[in-house]
């Protein structure tokens, strides 16, 4: 099964946070796992203000914690962005409502601690 990890998740994910429960950590390591562009994106947003610490930069965020981890990016296309403009407003941060929309059109469940991602037709494991 596809699965889309929100960002909070994969950086939760490759830091070996106790956030992750093993019931969790287990859904991610036994599925098939996207991380979207967009979660690149908001990653080099947030380290980029300081944010978020990173030891690794970008490229080797990507390449070590995403390609060694078998996790398969998920660009933004049209479709995406046609179901963030239909989306109601019950959430307002553009990079989670663009993962709301990315995991509607996807039709995959997305994996993530945010409880405002059950407000929107979309599956939320956690």
């Known amino acids: 099964m ?7 998740i994969f950086i939760w994910f490759v830091i070996g946070s106790s956030r992750i429960t093993p019931s969790i950590r287990a859904q991610i390591e036994n599925h098939e796992n996207l991380l979207s562009i967009v979660s690149i994106w908001e990653i080099a ?12 930069s970008i490229d080797d965020l990507v390449e070590q914690q995403v390609i060694n981890n078998g996790i398969e990016l998920l660009n933004v296309m049209v479709p995406h962005l046609s179901i963030v ?3 109601p407003l019950h959430h307002r941060d553009p990079f989670d409502r663009l993962l709301i929309a990315q995991a509607i059109a996807e039709q995959i469940p997305i994996v993530g601690a945010d409880q405002m991602f059950d407000s929107y037709d979309v599956e939320r494991l956690w």
């Open 45 to 56: 947003i947030k380290s980029s203000i300081g944010k978020l610490n990173l030891e690794l």
């Open 2 to 8: 596809k699965q889309l990890l929100d960002t909070q």
């Open 85 to 87: 403009a239909t989306l």
